[in-house]
């Protein structure tokens, strides 16, 4: 009954910002490992950023130095603050969730929002 909420997505010029959000529900969002991953057209799904419950946050070389990923635990959320976007950045972006389950780790996933950067 895990449910992943993603939102923020949308066209945006080069050089311009995007937030984007996602809210988690069913999980115990707080020992979750957070992170969102993107899928241009016609490629693989690739790894953008993450961010554990008690570690650093990570991020993809493509992308580090430009975006930025947290949590508010408060609002069982996570956010990608997106800046110098660039036209390669496109992509329907993913967020992602790793929680344990009586299985082991389980990976969850949300319905994507997609990122156009175009002029």
């Known amino acids: 009954q895990v449910q992943l909420v993603e939102s923020g997505g949308g066209l945006v010029q080069p050089g311009g910002s995007l937030r984007l959000s996602c809210k988690c529900s069913?999980?115990?969002?707080?020992?979750?490992?957070m992170g969102w991953f993107r899928q241009a057209p016609g490629e693989q799904r690739e790894y953008v950023a993450h961010?554990?419950?008690?570690?650093?946050?990570n991020y993809a070389d493509s992308v580090k130095g430009r975006f930025t990923i947290s949590r508010d635990n408060t609002k069982n959320t996570v956010y990608l603050q997106m800046d110098s976007l660039k036209p390669e950045d496109t992509a329907v972006y993913y967020c992602?969730?790793?929680?344990?389950?009586?299985?082991?780790?389980?990976?969850?996933w949300g319905q994507g929002t997609q990122v156009t950067v175009s002029s």
């Open positions: 992602n969730a790793v929680a344990s389950t009586g299985l082991g780790p389980t990976n969850y």
């Open positions: 069913g999980i115990a969002f707080s020992l979750a490992t």
């Open positions: 961010i554990p419950f008690r570690t650093s946050a």
